[in-house]
Nanobody
Framework: QVQLVESGGGLVQSGGSLRLSCAAS????????MGWYRQAAGQQRELVAD???????NYLDSVKGRFTVSRDNTKNTVYLQMDSLRPEDTAVYYC????????????????WGKGTLVTVSS
């Protein structure tokens, strides 16, 4: 069993900052990609940023230069530092991790967190 638990969402004014965290726990052998998606009301879920294990980060064009994704592999945790927030960043943010579990080394599975709400007021 693997769980992803997000934290750090909330209400912030336009131009402000928030830091999201997502910790993976459970029956983990290794973690490949870890990243963040978001879904605004009435919109499809979209990739915000992800970071492959040992690779370079990828970002949604609209957040480049404002958001920074990072990982602490010793803690199985991924972070999203969000600066210069805009009202259009308002969404539920989901963490996703591609994980190989102990005992099933031949396959990896995508796990999702339950989401954390970020609201940016104008």
């Amino acid at each position: 069993q693997v769980q992803l638990v997000e934290s750090g969402g909330g209400l912030v004014q336009s131009g402000g900052s928030l830091r999201l965290s997502c910790a993976a726990s459970g029956n983990i052998f290794s973690i490949n990609d870890m990243g963040w998606y978001r879904q605004a009301a009435g919109q499809q879920r979209e990739l915000v940023a992800d970071m492959p294990s040992g690779g370079s980060a990828n970002y949604l064009d609209s957040v480049k230069g404002r958001f920074t994704v990072s990982r602490d592999n010793t803690k199985n945790t991924v972070y999203l530092q969000m600066d210069s927030l805009r009202p259009e960043d308002t969404a539920v943010y989901y963490c996703k991790a591609n994980i190989v579990s102990i005992g099933t080394w031949w396959q990896s599975v995508d796990y999702w967190g339950k989401g954390t709400l970020v609201t940016v007021s104008s």
